[in-house]
């Protein structure tokens, strides 16, 4: 359904749109075989999000991220989640120092633009807490002290699906934050043949030259936030989310942090469309990814094997879209 609303020339989303391009084309040269899963990353980056990716070990969710980085020219922090992380090993610590006679903050890997948490869910639930206040304020609080983060700023965390060893469910409020979370998936035959004649001998990583600054990224996401929602779309975006509220499948529904997000990603999914406008299509496509990983199933529907995110498929499919 289109809206009848007209793109002024000139447009900041003219320039964005060859921008991004290049940086998909840069990062698709190492992860073969994923567009969708690439475009939505971007668009997390673009919305000023958060992103999860939930796979099984091996499909490249550690590449994607390392990717994403070395295109955009940002700084990258990789953190190796374990049982025995702390909190501080995370965010930075407080240290004295003699010669000067006072503490002195020494800052964690949290300060940088993209942040890795890989396999974030074999932490305890007490140092996955210590993102809470970096994802969702942007800033550290440290000994009453606060720190603000580099911008752009986005954590991509990893996580092997629940059921695998030594694995702690993420707690809805860590899960909250995260804009979106996807999942890779193994590669087409094609794209696996591909991948076995590239990476065979040396990695493309390697070989992956920036095409952005992160301060280029930092306007771009500056002219997605331009990008013009109407009220229809808007109240129909508040409707998805109330309806997650009050279905029967669900005992917790999304959010108003989802529909601030989904509102976000929205955005950003126009604007990669070369659009400066939001269409219902456009909400459409990300309610899976937006929603899912925030709803909580009923035992019922757990029994009956209805995932959330066929929930949320069938929440989309049953809405009437807004009019005019």
């Not at 610590?93 to 633009?113: C, D, H, L, M, T």
């Not at 035959?189 to 001998?201: F, I, K, N, W």
Request: charge should be negative.
């Amino acid at each position: 359904m289109a809206l009848d609303i007209r793109r002024q020339a000139g447009s900041p989303i003219d320039e964005l749109v060859p921008a991004a391009r290049r940086i998909g084309t840069a990062i698709e040269a190492v992860i073969e075989g994923k567009p969708k899963a690439i475009r939505l990353t971007l668009a997390v980056l673009l919305a000023e999000g958060h992103l999860l990716i939930e796979d099984v070990p091996g499909v490249g969710k550690t590449m994607l991220a390392k990717a994403l980085a070395r295109a955009i020219d940002g700084t990258v922090r990789r953190v190796q989640f374990t049982p025995d992380l702390l909190p501080s090993d995370i965010t930075g610590v407080s240290a004295y120092n003699q010669e000067r006679g006072e503490f002195e903050f020494k800052p964690g890997p949290i300060f940088a633009n993209i942040v890795l948490g890989d396999e974030i869910n074999r932490a305890s639930p007490k140092t996955q807490s210590a993102l809470l206040e970096c994802m969702e304020e942007r800033q550290v609080t440290v000994d009453g002290t606060t720190y603000q983060l580099q911008a752009p700023f986005m954590v991509i965390a990893t996580q092997n699906p629940v059921e695998m060893e030594g694995t702690y469910p993420l707690p809805e409020a860590q899960r909250d934050r995260f804009t979106a979370r996807i999942s890779l998936g193994y590669p087409p035959a094609a794209a696996e043949r591909e991948m076995l004649d590239t990476h065979g001998a040396t990695s493309p990583l390697e070989a992956l030259k920036p095409v952005a600054r992160a301060a280029d990224v930092q306007d771009l996401i500056v002219a997605v936030r331009g990008v013009l929602v109407s009220d229809q779309v808007k109240e129909y975006i508040i409707s998805l989310v109330n309806a997650t509220r009050n279905s029967p499948e669900l005992r917790l529904g999304a959010s108003p942090r989802a529909t601030l997000h989904l509102l976000r990603a929205s955005r950003a999914w126009a604007a990669l469309d070369g659009r400066d406008y939001v269409i219902p299509d456009d909400v459409q496509a990300l309610a899976g990814y937006v929603l899912a990983h925030r709803v909580l199933p009923t035992a019922e529907a757990i029994v009956e094997r209805h995932l959330p995110e066929d929930v949320v498929g069938q929440i989309v499919s049953q809405l009437p879209l807004p009019r005019r």
